[in-house]
């Protein structure tokens, strides 16, 4: 699979699309893009956008979903059919349903569930554009909605990807770097701290590339979100 | 909700709405075009009031019908996305979604609207397949307009990909006609009968007191290409006839925004 014609990372340092190894592409936040929807947000992470909502806590039908000590999300990832190059069907495929799975995974131990027993959450990502990227920023947009919605959490939940291309450890790989690199390892973290809630990898690395990549991810994460409190206080201050 | 629907009746009578606008009067329209810039080959995102659906077209390459072997294809499809309506949460209705594509395909397809010979590659062999994909993000009613003129929208911005033959694939990449063939640009407006009077560019609140609808389709020669009624009651000729001839006024005016 790897292209050796591409040179990732060049005598400058930077990469095809001109980044430095370390540099997140540029990122937009908004939070309360949707009416209908109890809390909302947009992100844009280089091409890749993302637009993701909140529902609830409200009750939960039918009642065998319910739990008695804490609430149930509901997650929904989906990619709208123009999102990609070659033209997607619609409606969530294999790979989306999982992506939904790990979203859910990744955003469940910053939110207070047990604060509504009984109740459920519907979050849902609708991927718009991609250029790889699309679950973490789907999961920076999801948490984003969950405080607009008001939801009680411990923190707010960033997730960018670090990989691999060429030899080169990079943050925040990009359509390209992500089809033609090594390895791609997206995480999770809560609040921009320690707490990993997400982790996904395929390639072929040494446990010190991964340990590289995984430090990479953390620090892209804590960016993301300074960036995310941002977002929020410019809603607050009316400044959307 | 029914006292709602009630008042919202009561008031039509009296030429009013609940958020005080003229019975004939849109909400604020947003057209944007080239909104998906780098996966779709034709887009906009349409806000019409808190309504807001995104529109890409995408081509593939594919087979022509054997009735029209050198003619592409048109596949109009809409999705009402689960965050749109807290109604959808248990899956979206399947038959508004499925009325919704039909009536933007018809709008344009039974207008002619698209050069589809223009669109085949090899007589009986190959042909390009236009995708309109409409995504609905945000409902609040008066979805059949803001999809159709996402749609055209979309095709006046778009262009068609190059076929690269060698590969018998299409180059994304690269541009083979800089714009969709477009014969002519058909606009819809939807009429809706509240109580005993018209409405236009109803909210998801409004609508919940339809009677019936009439979506009308025309051209810029003011052709009528297309039409669809909708809702539980019965509309009389006087009506349709007021329907298309309010439709005229305010296509006009979506023309005008498409122009910008």
């Known amino acids: 699979m790897e292209n050796t014609e591409v040179e990732w990372v060049d005598e400058n340092g930077e990469r095809v699309d001109g980044r430095m190894v370390d540099e997140l592409r540029e990122t937009k936040m908004e939070v309360d893009v949707l009416e209908e929807a109890d809390g909302s947000a947009m992100v844009e992470v280089g091409n890749t956008r993302v637009v993701a909502s909140v529902f609830g806590p409200q009750d939960l039908h039918p009642a065998h979903l319910q739990e008695s000590d804490r609430a149930v999300i509901k997650m929904r990832y989906n990619m709208a059919p123009f999102s990609v190059d070659d033209r997607m069907r619609p409606g969530p495929n294999r790979r ?108 072929d690395l040494t446990q010190e590339q991964v340990e590289e990549c995984v430090s990479l991810a953390k620090d892209g994460c804590a960016d993301l979100h300074s960036q995310q409190r941002e977002a929020l206080l410019r809603k607050y201050r009316g400044e959307n | ?121 090899e007589e009986g062999e190959k042909v390009y397949t236009a995708f309109i994909d409409v995504h609905i993000l945000n409902n609040d009613g008066n979805l059949l307009d ?23 694939e299409l180059n994304h990449d690269e541009v083979g006609m800089e714009e969709i063939p477009l014969t002519k640009v058909p606009v819809t407006a939807t ?5 005993s009077k018209v409405l236009w560019d109803t909210s998801r609140e409004e609508e919940e007191a339809l009677g019936s609808r009439l979506t009308v389709t025309l051209t810029e020669e003011d052709q009528v290409v297309a039409m669809q009624k909708g809702g539980r009651e019965a509309m009389t000729e006087e009506e349709i006839s007021q329907i298309i001839s309010g439709a005229k006024n305010h296509t006009s005016k979506f023309r005008e925004l498409l122009e910008e």
């Open chain 2, 191 to 195: 009429g809706r009968k509240i109580g």
């Open chain 2, 146 to 168: 803001a999809s159709a003129l996402g749609a055209i929208a979309a095709l006046t911005d778009g262009y068609v990909p190059a076929y690269d033959e060698e590969n018998d």
């Open chain 1, 96 to 203: 989306a349903k999982e992506i939904g799975l790990v979203a859910k995974r990744a955003l469940e131990p910053a939110i207070e569930l047990e604060q509504f027993p009984t109740a459920g959450i519907d979050i849902s990502m609708e991927v718009i554009e991609s250029d790889g990227g699309t679950r973490a920023t789907g999961i920076t947009a999801a948490s984003l909605a969950l405080a607009d919605a008001g939801i009680p959490m411990k923190g707010l939940v960033s997730s960018c990807a670090a990989g691999v291309v060429g030899e080169h450890v990079v943050l925040d790989v990009n359509g390209k770097e992500d089809k033609e690199g090594n390895a791609d390892i997206p995480i999770a973290t809560i609040n921009g701290g320690d707490d990993i809630t997400l982790l996904q990898m395929d390639g």
């Open chain 2, 1 to 121: 909700m029914k006292l709602n629907t009630d008042a919202i009746k009561e008031m039509a009578e009296e030429g009013e709405r609940l958020d005080g606008r003229d019975l004939n009067e849109y909400r604020e329209i947003n057209v944007e075009q080239n909104y998906i810039s780098t996966t779709s080959q034709g887009s906009a995102l349409v806000e019409i009031g808190d309504t807001k659906v995104v529109v890409g077209i995408s081509f593939e390459v594919e087979s022509p019908y054997s009735d029209r072997p050198n003619a592409g294809t048109i596949v109009t499809n809409a999705e009402l996305a689960p965050m749109a309506d807290r109604e959808f949460e248990s899956g979206p209705p399947q038959e508004t979604g499925v009325e919704l594509a039909r009536v933007v395909d018809r709008g344009i397809r039974e207008s002619e609207a698209i050069d589809l010979e223009a669109l085949c590659i």
